[in-house]
Nanobody, 130 residues
Framework: QVQLVESGGGSVQAGGSLRLSCVFS????????MGWFRQAPGREREGVAA????????FYADSVKGRFTISLDNAKNTLYLQMGSLKLEDTAMYYC???????????????????????WGQGTQVTVSS
């Protein structure tokens, strides 16, 4: 089993920054991917950023490239999402997830696709206002 607990969400004005954290425990050793997803009311869940847990390379949705940075601290069992230059359209519930178990390679499309993920946190709300 895997447990994922997100924190760091909140309300922020457009142009501001937030850092989300996801503390994980349990069976994560062979998870080749970890990612951040978001879902706004009335919209489908979308991949925001993901990371290859072996070489720490990141993958980003076009909508957040240059504004968001994903990072992984294995010593602290924590996945981060640093969000900057926030826009109104970034308002959503943000979830962290682990997946790609047993994989040895991954493409950006695969890493940002929710079907590859097996375990999910409960989410943390991010609200951006003008």
């Amino acid at each position: 089993q895997v447990q994922l607990v997100e924190s760091g969400g909140g309300s922020v004005q457009a142009g501001g920054s937030l850092r989300l954290s996801c503390v994980f425990s349990g069976y994560t050793r062979s998870a080749y991917c970890m990612g951040w997803f978001r879902q706004a009311p009335g919209r489908e869940r979308e991949g925001v950023a993901a990371i290859n847990t072996v070489n720490k390379s990141g993958f980003y949705a076009d909508s957040v490239k240059g504004r968001f940075t994903i990072s992984l601290d294995n010593a602290k069992n924590t996945l981060y999402l640093q969000m900057g230059s926030l826009k109104l359209e970034d308002t959503a519930m943000y979830y962290c997830a682990t997946g790609c178990y047993g994989w040895t390679s991954v493409t950006a499309d695969q890493a940002l696709g929710s079907p590859r993920y097996n375990y999910w946190g409960q989410g943390t709300q991010v609200t951006v206002s003008s």
